[in-house]
């Protein structure tokens, strides 16, 4: 397997706060991937790491969980730190 580019917040972090956040609302992953209009397998590619949502996928998974994509990417402490 190649090795996976970076993915803003890196695409380990960005999957295990997705999965997290999923697990911390109750939401079922076949709920998530029903939501966004794909698969279970697909789904669970971006738990894994194994895939990236596009753009407007990443702003839907946030929508749904009702956090922020900065929170999703694992930016929320750099924001913080910015806050004039």
Do not use: W
Not at 32 to 51: C, F, H, P, V, W
Not at 61 to 69: E, G
């Amino acid at each position: 397997m190649a090795p996976s580019r970076p993915f803003l917040g890196g695409v380990t972090m960005f999957s295990d706060r997705l999965n997290k956040t999923r697990k911390e609302r109750g939401i079922t992953a076949q709920k998530m991937a029903d939501e966004l209009q794909t698969g279970i397998r697909n789904y669970r590619k971006y738990e894994s790491g194994d895939a990236k949502p596009t753009l407007d996928g990443l702003v839907q998974i946030a929508d749904i969980l009702d956090v922020s994509t900065d929170y999703l990417l694992c930016r929320d402490e750099f924001l913080a730190k910015h806050v004039d």
